[in-house]
């Protein structure tokens, strides 16, 4: 038994602040987990804390078509908790978001993303630079994360054999 406890494996968790205030848990992705294991950096875990990440609001069903926000790092811990939700690799420390203004960590963070994801990031920007951000695109993004939930489910069900 006490063998089965070394061999969980452990993941590296943040915990997220949305703009809403929802605190939720996700994983990091592989990437960032690798670079935090290899650095000679002593507490990455600390220096995290306070950074701003890029996070899916909803499932993937196709590229470019899950809503993202950006969250602020509350708390980055091992666990060995199987999470589904995994953070982008997208995310600025806070000391760096902090000294830079706010265009130049939206042209950070855009990346690659769609044209409707990067006005949510622009916005959620708005609210950890300025603590306002837009009612209109917050309506927008809720109805985006439905049709997202909606069609992720569609896509469950087409994968259940009918009997």
Request: aromatic share 16%.
């Amino acid at each position: 038994v006490l063998g089965e406890l070394y061999m969980k494996k452990r993941h590296i968790v943040a915990r997220v602040r949305r703009p809403d205030g929802l605190v939720l848990d996700f994983r990091l992705p592989k990437d960032v987990t690798r670079a935090i294991n290899v650095s000679q950096q002593t507490d990455w875990f600390e220096r995290l804390r306070g950074g701003l990440i890029v996070v899916p609001m909803a499932p993937y069903v196709g590229k470019g078509e899950t809503a993202l926000f950006v969250g602020r790092i509350e708390r980055v811990y091992y666990s060995d908790r199987f999470l589904k939700r995994f953070t982008r690799s997208q995310f600025l420390l806070p000391d760096v978001w902090r000294e830079q203004d706010m265009l130049e960590s939206y042209t950070f963070l855009r990346h690659d993303h769609a044209w409707l994801n990067q006005q949510y990031l622009k916005d959620d920007l708005r609210y950890w630079y300025y603590d306002a951000n837009s009612h209109l695109l917050g309506v927008v993004r809720d109805w985006h994360c439905k049709l997202v939930y909606y069609r992720f489910h569609r896509q469950k069900q087409r994968l259940i054999p009918n009997f």
